[in-house]
């Protein structure tokens, strides 16, 4: 019997990769472990990409800066900040973010897909993400796809995490089987220093993405293999203790993490109240 396809997100494949017990917690075991609480930057990050999202969603005529407050509180999740203070001030900032990052638009261009599903297969994936967004630009031999993903957290990106993101080398190889056209720029837009960070992929370097996710891919499957014909589950799942750990939200369940000071569900957001005199400039 051929082997079964690994059916993965970028999500799903970084996760084992930063940790395979937290992998086991999230995808493995039955039931999923007890998680922590909410994450105020999840919830502020959530918040920004589907105001953004919703934007696109207006005719041209009304992407303006003026439509940014009515969307933003449509689609404000307010878990995980400390209190109600520190919410509005993460609001406020979020709305800068968005009132400057929307200036460098030009609201008339259509972009070919805004939190679009791309999907493709190879020999051993079954690879989906979805993108935050998806451009259309012209290259040399004619209209390319450019993956676009918005980031909203604290520290500033560079061309190196451009380059070293697997997620976005896949969504990349993806969109040029769903689209029919190149994709090789990648771009991670930090919404709040207003800048950019990018790679021009080859397609060499999207084949070692892909090699590298089937690698890790292979990894699962053997694991759960494991795990299936009665191994033990910590052995299989190894813990991979580190500074993520204090943000992890099984962290409380794990072991490996009882000696890890576990971090504020807000407190990757604290910075924005040291901030909140002014627009915010961070990283």
């Known amino acids: 019997m051929p082997e079964r396809l690994f059916v993965c997100t970028p999500s799903k494949l970084g996760t084992y990769i930063d940790c395979p017990r937290r992998y086991r917690f999230s995808y493995v075991d039955r039931p999923?472990?007890?998680?922590?609480?909410p994450w105020a930057h999840n919830s502020l990050g959530a918040s920004v990409h589907t105001a953004l999202k919703n934007w696109f969603a207006l005719p041209a005529e009304r992407r303006v800066p003026g439509s940014l407050p009515t969307l933003l509180k449509a689609t404000w999740v307010r878990e995980?900040?400390?209190?109600?203070?520190q919410e509005r001030i993460a609001y406020r900032q979020a709305l800068h973010w968005l009132d400057t990052y929307v200036a460098t638009l030009d609201p008339g261009e259509e972009p070919l897909g805004v939190e679009r599903v791309v999907a493709t297969k190879t020999s051993v994936l079954a690879f989906n993400g979805r993108a935050d967004r998806i451009d259309s630009r012209p290259g040399p031999e004619g209209p390319e796809a450019v993956i676009v993903d918005y980031k909203?957290?604290?520290s500033g990106l560079d061309k190196d995490d451009?380059?070293?993101s697997q997620a976005l080398a896949l969504y990349?190889?993806?969109?040029q089987k769903v689209f029919r056209r190149p994709c090789h720029r990648?771009?991670?837009?930090?919404?709040?220093?207003?800048?950019?960070?990018?790679?021009?992929?080859?397609e060499e370097s999207l084949a070692r993405q892909v090699r590298r996710a089937e690698e890790?891919?292979?990894?699962?499957?053997?694991a759960e293999k494991a795990v299936a014909?009665?191994?033990d589950p910590d052995e299989a799942f190894p813990a991979q203790p580190g500074a993520l750990c204090g943000w992890c939200d099984f962290r409380r369940v794990c072991p490996a993490a009882a000696d890890t000071a576990g971090k504020d569900s807000w407190a990757a957001v604290e910075h924005l109240s040291q901030n909140s005199g002014g627009p915010t400039q961070v990283g």
């Open 229 to 231: 014909a009665g191994g």
């Open 162 to 164: 451009a380059r070293g």
């Open 80 to 85: 995980g900040y400390r209190d109600v203070e």
């Open 152 to 154: 909203t957290g604290r």
């Open 172 to 175: 990349a190889y993806a969109a």
């Open 32 to 37: 999923t472990p007890p998680k922590g609480p």
């Open 216 to 222: 890790t891919a292979h990894d699962i499957m053997a």
């Open 186 to 202: 990648v771009e991670l837009h930090h919404l709040p220093t207003g800048t950019v960070a990018a790679h021009d992929h080859t």
